[in-house]
């Protein structure tokens, strides 16, 4: 005997228009996409994911190595050595007839004169070579410069006021890089004691407040 199933009644079909409608139409595009794309990927598993590429991964590796050795550079490598600085620390030896000075404030003072002189540090190798050279007695050079009107002449002068008044530059460009330490302070530190600050120029203590 046949079981009979009663017809179920079914709503009626509302019209949907406007944004909804195309919402729905939407989200039927996307899923359509996403279970073709999902049974492309089953269809052909060997699109999916792609390969790696030894090339491109040496050269990642590589960069990043780079990279991390860039960055720790500074702490663990040696100090380069400036050949120019060396020069004006030999050239200034043999000037002031000392032959230990600081080395902090000779790189003040260096980089001071190269502030005022771009060609100073060019010129002072050269100094230093002309002196080794030559053999030349310190207390003739300035003499032999002058008389021969070597481009180099000045540099004598320069080194020297910048080692023993700690002065550097030229009236409105003159400035003080050093005044204890200066070796006018220095070379009589067992009979004066120079106060710990500068008052002002050469004759400013005879001018009035």
């Known amino acids: 005997m046949g079981v009979h199933n009663p017809a179920i009644p079914q709503a009626p079909t509302l019209p949907i228009?406007?944004?909804?409608?195309?919402?729905?139409?939407?989200?039927?595009?996307?899923?359509?996409?996403?279970?073709?794309?999902?049974?492309d990927n089953l269809q052909h598993p060997q699109d999916a994911v792609d390969p790696p590429d030894p090339v491109r991964r040496a050269l990642l590796t590589s960069l990043l190595a780079a990279s991390a050795a860039s960055a720790f550079r500074p702490v663990f490598a040696a100090p380069?050595?400036?050949?120019?600085?060396d020069a004006f620390l030999a050239a200034s030896k043999t000037l002031t007839g000392r032959s230990s000075l600081d080395a902090t404030q000779a790189s003040r003072l260096y980089a001071a004169l190269l502030a005022d002189d771009p060609q100073f540090a060019a010129g002072v190798q050269a100094l230093v070579t002309l002196i080794d050279q030559r053999k030349?007695?310190?207390?003739?050079?300035?003499?032999?410069?002058?008389?021969q009107h070597s481009?180099?002449?000045?540099?004598?002068?320069?080194i020297v006021t910048a080692w023993y008044t700690g002065i550097v530059?030229?009236?409105?460009?003159?400035?003080?890089?050093t005044f204890e330490s200066a070796l006018m302070n220095v070379i009589v530190s067992d009979k004066l004691k120079p106060p710990s600050y500068c008052y002002g120029g050469y004759g400013s203590w005879a001018e009035k407040p």
């Open 169 to 177: 530059g030229d009236g409105e460009k003159a400035r003080c890089i």
């Open 80 to 85: 380069t050595t400036d050949a120019a600085g």
């Open 151 to 158: 481009a180099l002449a000045a540099l004598p002068r320069k």
């Open 17 to 39: 228009s406007g944004a909804l409608t195309t919402s729905a139409t939407a989200h039927d595009t996307v899923a359509g996409l996403a279970q073709g794309a999902a049974t």
């Open 136 to 147: 030349i007695d310190p207390m003739q050079l300035q003499h032999l410069l002058d008389s």
